[in-house]
């Protein structure tokens, strides 16, 4: 079958507008937000005049500094993903206002939990295929597990692990109770990255991800195969 071209530039947009609509949604839900959520959440909760996409870009450039301290190689791709940051934070902070007059009820909690996942799955999806800078958290734990020669599964495992460590130290000592971290953060820890896996193949045996503009060919990857 031959496939259709798709737009790298496209891709990411719609990657950074599901993710950040599906954060949104699963903070709705009550029922808990990924590890990579979770901590600007608890946050956000801590400090409530720091709005939750703000605490997200904070804790993302935090991580960024943090990688160009141990690899020292900065990137002018990490430009470009910073940017890409701020535009996520600022959908999540819009995403959050648009979605707060939906129900609460438990049936709708499910529903909001549901789609939060798999609108974070597809933006996974999109993100693997974009061929574009990834946003600094995913930088962070490509780059310094490089650095270290550590195994990403490994990696990314120690850094979810210290993230849940952290909101459950800072929920109860701070606020006195959980915050951010419920069943959906373990179901999505769990089932996040095997249906992203299964959504990235859809769209790759279905399109060519290809540059629209000269200046963002010149940051895509190499076409593999």
């Not at 959440?41 to 997200?56: D, K, T």
């Not at 470009?80 to 959908?91: A, C, D, N, P």
């Not at 800072?170 to 915050?179: E, F, I």
């Amino acid at each position: 079958m031959k496939k259709k071209t798709f737009s790298c530039e496209l891709a990411l947009l719609l990657a950074l507008g599901m993710s950040s609509l599906g954060i949104a949604l699963l903070n709705k839900s009550g029922l808990g937000v990924t590890t990579s959520s979770a901590l600007p959440l608890v946050l956000h909760e801590i400090f409530p005049a720091v709005s939750f996409g703000l605490c997200h870009n904070l804790m993302e450039f935090f991580l960024l500094g943090v990688t160009v301290l141990i690899t020292k190689r900065p990137q002018v791709s990490y430009l470009i993903s910073v940017g890409e940051g701020l535009v996520f934070g600022r959908l999540l902070d819009l995403f959050e206002i648009l979605i707060a007059p939906l129900g609460q009820s438990l049936p709708l909690r499910v529903v909001w939990c549901v789609l939060g996942f798999l609108l974070m799955a597809g933006s996974l999806a999109f993100t693997m295929n974009c061929r574009l800078p990834i946003q600094p958290i995913d930088i962070f734990c490509r780059d310094v597990k490089d650095h270290y020669h550590i195994s990403l599964r490994v990696f990314r495992t120690g850094y979810d692990l210290t993230c849940l460590v952290l909101c459950l130290l800072l929920g109860w000592l701070v606020l006195g109770r959980l915050a951010g971290v419920g069943a959906a953060t373990f179901f999505c820890a769990f089932f996040t990255g095997t249906t992203a896996a299964w959504f990235s193949s859809l769209l790759a045996g279905r399109y060519r991800f290809l540059p629209s503009f000269a200046f963002s060919a010149r940051f895509c990857t190499p076409v593999m195969g």
